[in-house]
């Protein structure tokens, strides 16, 4: 049980172009959603958290304007790259909790962006 | 934000050895958890510690909890080929959405030699 999916596991676009995300729990409904990016042999930073029918709330530093994150239901986010540059690129992972264990974080298996 | 001490940075082993891996932090965790990445995949959840001082296993890895909640240790034993990956340490301040939120070490990699 508790698994997440994101889809694409990787894109690559055009400078400018925007990209979309999705995230979503397979087997449960999830309380809250976490956006976070990592970068080559990093740590992942956690960019915005996301619960269903409200706005997300971003981490300082991060650009709501251009990471657009959409919660529309229980069982999917979607975080979207507007006018993508190649800073951008890196690799996005969402995480998911259930309501039955709302502090366990299930991951997704990322998706890698390449900003050509 | 909080910052998350996690050594070694890398480490080389040879197959059967055992691995010792620890995370310090300046604040006070309510619960400290260990994740493993395999390269282009999410974290996956190894060992989750709620209580300063609880030693918890899962097969050849063993986690604890530090009695000042401000560090843990995982250990591994005897290791094999597919133990390879990176492995994260995470805090988190407390319960709920917001103290919920997981802070990460910047992870220790692994490599072991058969």
């Known amino acids: 049980g508790a698994v997440v999916s994101q889809h694409p596991s990787w894109v690559i676009c055009k400078s400018g172009t925007s990209v979309k995300i999705e995230c979503r729990s397979l087997?449960?409904?999830?309380?809250?959603m976490f956006w976070y990016r990592q970068f080559p042999k990093q740590s992942l930073m956690l960019m915005a958290t996301?619960?269903?029918?409200?706005?997300?709330?971003?981490e300082q530093g991060v650009e709501k304007d251009k990471f657009l994150i959409n919660h529309a239901s229980l069982t999917l986010s979607t975080l979207t790259v507007t006018s993508a540059h190649p800073e951008d690129s890196s690799f996005y992972i969402c995480?998911?909790?259930?309501?039955?264990?709302?502090?366990?974080?299930?991951f997704g298996p990322g998706t890698r962006l390449t900003v050509l | 934000g909080q910052q998350l001490n996690q050594s070694p940075q890398s480490m080389f082993i040879q197959e059967g050895e055992d691995v010792s891996m620890n995370c310090t932090s300046s604040?006070?965790?309510?619960?400290w958890l260990w994740y493993k990445q395999d390269p282009g995949e999410g974290p996956v959840l190894l060992i989750a510690?709620?209580?300063?001082?609880e030693l918890t296993s899962n097969g050849r890895l063993t986690a604890q909890f530090g009695i000042t909640r401000k560090d843990s240790f995982l250990n591994i034993s005897a290791s094999i080929p597919s133990d390879v990956g990176i492995y994260f340490c995470?805090?988190?301040?407390?319960?709920?959405?917001?103290?919920?939120?997981?802070?990460f070490g910047r992870g220790t990699q692994l490599t072991v030699w058969p």
């Open positions: 087997d449960f409904q999830a309380t809250t």
């Open positions: 995470a805090g988190q301040l407390g319960r709920g959405s917001t103290l919920g939120r997981l802070y």
């Open positions: 996301s619960n269903e029918g409200s706005k997300a709330t971003y």
């Open positions: 604040s006070i965790f309510n619960t």
């Open positions: 995480s998911a909790t259930t309501p039955r264990s709302t502090d366990t974080q299930y």
């Open positions: 510690l709620y209580k300063a001082g």
